[in-house]
Nanobody, 124 residues
Framework: VQLQASGGGLVQAGDSLRLSCAAS???????MAWFRRGPGKEHEFLGY????????YYSDSVKGRFTISRAYAANTALLQMNSLKPEDTAIYYC???????????????????WGQGTQVTVSS
């Protein structure tokens, strides 16, 4: 399975941006998540979508501004980001899991498939 993230770029504060994560190969995900890693920081969980039913879960830091959706037939997950802030500047990663976890799948270790990351830079 390969994940290809795209859609990053340089935007101004207040702008919107949509990231895509296209999956290829033997695709069978339980959840697809988005993480980001800012300069000098650890991976930060943003949210996930359960692949079969489309249900979503978000971290408090992005709830209300970011929306995750999927194009099921195209094996593509989307991250719509609105009202972007300079502190949203980071490399954004998509990740896929194979099965359910005992707790909410919000840790990087819960995911075995990772995209290469796409840079998002928000200028003030």
């Amino acid at each position: 399975v390969q994940l290809q993230a795209s859609g990053g770029g340089l935007v101004q504060a207040g702008d919107s941006l949509r990231l895509s994560c296209a999956a290829s190969g033997r695709t069978s995900f339980y959840t697809m998540a988005w993480f980001r890693r800012g300069p000098g920081k650890e991976h930060e969980f943003l949210g996930y979508i359960r692949w079969n039913d489309g249900s979503t879960y978000y971290s408090d830091s992005v709830k209300g501004r970011f929306t995750i959706s999927r194009a099921y037939a195209a094996n593509t997950a989307l991250l719509q980001m609105n009202s972007l802030k300079p502190e949203d500047t980071a490399i954004y990663y998509c990740a896929g899991s194979r099965g359910a976890t005992a707790s909410l799948p919000i840790r990087p270790a819960d995911y075995i498939y990772w995209g290469q990351g796409t840079q998002v830079t928000v200028s003030s």
